[in-house]
């Protein structure tokens, strides 16, 4: 999950928003709609699992992040997100849309090969390396190659974004793809530690549509921001504590010359973890009215906070 808590919840927020059944409505078919409506109808869509195993052992497995199904018209739709730049991503989403065509193809009698629709979209956080600075979609289909009108089935669509351009992209009129690429390029500032009050958001996020989807995105991004804390927290802090613990061993020691051995001890712990207390309210002075959660992240007794709250 990596370089930087941007690039983390940017990965896990595209899996959190788009992929939940909950979300349907508010924000995958929208969001569908805004990147491949002018290609087919999306009335309705079935999550469906994102695991595509190899059929042997030396098969390669595809796991894309997010794959949805229109019922009526049986087109999938697969959504891949690519933060760390790669040379071949242009090659692993040609391998998603072959996958997904042979996990789709339908079992039967007969010479039945009729296949579904298959829409791949290939969001790269990267410079994708094609075209000019102000290009930053490309679409993709197979046709023939002397007569380019002539689609071969029309059925298998692919689109690439080029994140940091789409960034840049400054148009006159925001499209509902404008708003969406906006909502992708800034969904790790939303929410959390990284919060955008509702007075900062651009006008063209304020006429309603987009109203439910920030606000499940804000929830996600602050559900995500605790996670990501309690993890560091949990990581830096055992650390400390086992620091502290050996340097109030120490220092117990030495007093335990004069005061006794064991009673030197005990108290050498708890100066370290008094310490510790001290040093964790300095970085994170919010929590000084939550002793109950310093106490959890730490692992120490509510009343030992409480007493360094008041000394």
């Known amino acids: 999950m990596e370089a930087g808590v941007g690039g983390v919840k940017k990965r896990c927020g595209l899996q959190a928003l788009f992929g939940r059944k909950g979300h349907k409505d508010a924000v995958a078919i929208p969001f569908l ?9 999306i009335n309705d869509l079935v999550l469906q699992s994102a695991d595509f195993l ?26 891949e997100m690519q933060r760390q730049e790669q040379d071949f991503y242009f090659d692993r989403i040609s391998l998603y849309e072959g996958k997904t065509r042979a996990m789709y193809a339908e079992k039967g009698r007969g010479w039945n090969f009729e296949q579904v629709p298959i829409f791949v979209l290939g969001l790269a956080d990267f410079d994708l390396g094609r075209k000019g600075p102000d290009v930053w979609m490309y679409e993709y289909v197979s046709m023939d190659a002397d007569g380019r009108g002539e689609l071969f089935n029309n059925k298998d669509w692919k689109m690439m974004i080029d994140l940091p351009k789409a960034a840049i992209n400054k148009p006159t009129a925001y499209s509902e793809r404008d708003k969406w690429l906006f909502l992708l390029n800034n969904f790790h500032r939303l929410g959390g530690d990284f919060n955008i009050k509702h007075t ?15 606000s499940i995105a804000e929830n996600l991004n602050r559900i995500k921001m605790e996670e990501f804390m309690d993890m ?25 010359e004069a005061r006794g051995e064991a009673r030197g001890e005990a108290r050498g712990k708890e100066w370290a973890r008094r310490e510790m207390i001290k040093r964790f309210l300095q970085s994170f002075p919010d929590l000084k009215k939550a002793p109950h959660k310093v106490a959890s992240l730490l692992g120490v007794d509510a009343q030992l906070v409480k007493s360094v709250l008041t000394a």
């Open 33 to 41: 709609r805004a990147f491949w409506g002018h290609r087919t109808e």
């Open 54 to 79: 190899g059929d042997t052992q030396d098969a390669r497995n595809v796991l894309p992040d997010v794959v949805w199904q229109e019922p009526e018209t049986r087109a999938v739709f697969v959504t």
């Open 200 to 214: 900062e958001l651009p006008a063209f996020l304020k006429d309603g549509s987009f109203d439910q989807v920030l």
């Open 232 to 256: 560091v927290l949990e990581l830096r802090l055992r650390d400390r504590i086992r620091a502290g613990e050996k340097r109030g061993e120490k220092r117990g020691e030495a007093r335990g």
